[in-house]
């Protein structure tokens, strides 16, 4: 069974750091593109960084600059990188995996939440 388990969301002020991860199983991790999307209570779910097998990154406007993305093909695990955070971070991230790094793929981890807050 395809399994993608989020964690290391939590609460942080505003301009600090969050790294999160996703440790995926049941498939075959290294031959998937691996994206982050989040969804903030009424908004869209939005992409906010995906990379290829290759190593491709590819990041949602919003971030650019302030949010890296990584993967360990060993530890099959995805990372997110998030600096100089926003109040407008705020929302519940989602690990995805898929065929490629510009669209949504078919599998989706639980979530979780990052709070960005004074």
């Known amino acids: 069974q395809v399994q993608l388990v989020e964690s290391g969301g939590g609460l942080v002020q505003p301009g600090g750091s969050l790294r999160l991860s996703c440790a995926a199983s049941g498939f075959t991790f290294s031959s998937y593109a691996m994206s982050w999307y989040r969804q903030a209570p009424g908004k869209e779910r939005e992409l906010v960084a995906a990379i290829s097998s290759g190593g491709s990154a590819n990041f949602g406007s919003s971030v650019a600059g302030r949010f890296t993305i990584s993967r360990d093909n060993v530890k099959n695990t995805v990372y997110l990188q998030m600096n100089s955070l926003k109040l407008e971070d705020t929302a519940v991230y989602y690990c995805?995996?898929?065929?490629?790094?510009?669209?949504?793929?078919?599998?989706w981890g639980q979530g979780t939440q990052v709070t960005v807050s004074s």
């Open positions: 995805n995996a898929g065929r490629s790094i510009f669209i949504k793929g078919n599998y």
